[in-house]
């Protein structure tokens, strides 16, 4: 369908090295986007070029930590050099560090927030202006059920996800007269190598699965669909929102 179609669009992801990222990415490309992905393993990395080069579609990859403005942003202007723009940003990068409240260190917290939440800052920062200057562009930040909900251990990423979230909002209002949409996913509980731990104590599925209406996990190409829409056409009155993609727990 037309309205879903990605042809001649060029994507960005970062994190697109596994998981939520990786699988973000080959739906794009799938849907006809060429896709740049970045993380820090360069030979996830050129795996996922390769199934991205299989779709026919140009690929372009770097191992780039996110955290390093410099870095990020250099990565943006080779991909901008080779395709002349950035359609769509897809801010992908993220880790978690499950700590009790009172054994936060300062270095957990600063690990988690450069990461989850000051690399969106810093790597929307470095495409925004090309977006501006073609007015036109489509950013996924990926956030959370904990952008809504508190789990125990998790305040660090709970607060860079709420920051997510919010931060979501604010690009969406102050480049709405640029032709730029910002629209966030917020995953629910999905088997990725992050997560991998949490599924290996069927104590703590069973209570997930307690309050998942849909009555499974899940996988990460749960997540494609919304992205491709996120990223299309089929979005263009949608900007500001936070979509959960949690299997009905929000509203259980």
Do not use: C
Not at 65 to 79: G, H
Request: proline share 2%; no cysteine.
């Amino acid at each position: 369908m037309k309205l879903f179609d990605l042809h001649g669009k060029t994507a960005l992801v970062t994190g697109g090295g596994r998981g939520i990222g990786k699988s973000i990415a080959l739906a794009l490309a799938e849907a006809g986007a060429n896709v740049a992905v970045t993380s820090r393993t360069e030979n996830e990395l050129k795996n996922v070029a390769d199934e991205i080069s299989a779709f026919s579609r140009k690929s372009y990859y770097s191992p780039v930590d996110v955290r390093d403005k410099k870095s990020i942003t250099a990565f943006v202007e080779e991909v901008v050099a080779q395709e002349g723009k950035i359609d769509i940003l897809v801010n992908g990068a993220g880790t978690n560090r499950r700590l009790p409240f009172l054994e936060i260190t300062e270095d957990d917290w600063d690990f988690v927030m450069d990461i989850n939440l000051k690399s969106v800052l810093f790597t929307t920062q470095a495409v925004i202006p090309y977006m501006k200057k073609n007015k036109y562009g489509k950013i996924i930040n990926i956030a959370s059920l904990t952008s809504e909900i508190g789990f125990n251990n998790m305040t660090i990423y709970g607060a860079s996800k709420g920051g997510v979230a919010q931060i979501t909002k604010a690009l969406a209002v102050e480049f709405a007269n640029d032709g730029i949409y910002t629209n966030a996913v917020g995953p629910g509980y999905f088997k990725t190598e992050m997560t991998k731990v949490l599924f290996e104590d069927q104590e703590k599925v069973d209570w997930m699965l307690s309050r998942i209406p849909l009555n499974r996990i899940g996988n990460v190409e749960d997540l494609q669909g919304t992205a491709v829409f996120l990223a299309s056409d089929a979005s263009n009155y949608l900007t500001g929102q936070t979509i959960y993609v949690d299997g009905g727990w929000l509203i259980s």
